[in-house]
């Protein structure tokens, strides 16, 4: 139960094209992921976002940046509705 590592990682794009996008691409490269809706404490920008396991990250990266499509940023749950920008 003190347990502290992240559970999830919010991915942001610039829009929904590159959202679907890389939702295509992940799926394609065997990343389990979901597609969500943006957490509003974090952008207003585009209503979509992909959630991965923090665990993904390395192989998520590989598929995203082989297709050019890299998000713009990256967030890790770290608390209820608390999240913590990291480096993609």
Do not use: W
Not at 39 to 62: F, H, K, M, V, Y
């Amino acid at each position: 139960m003190g347990d502290s590592s992240p559970r999830e990682m919010i991915l942001i794009f610039r829009g929904t094209h590159q959202v679907m996008s890389a939702e295509k691409r992940l799926k394609g490269g065997g990343v389990p992921m979901r597609l969500i809706p943006v957490p509003r404490r974090l952008t207003s920008d585009c209503g979509l976002a992909i959630r991965i396991n923090p665990e993904e990250r390395e192989r998520a990266r590989e598929v995203l940046a082989a297709a050019k499509l890299l998000p713009v940023s990256a967030h890790l749950l770290r608390g209820e509705g608390v999240y913590e920008e990291v480096k993609f």
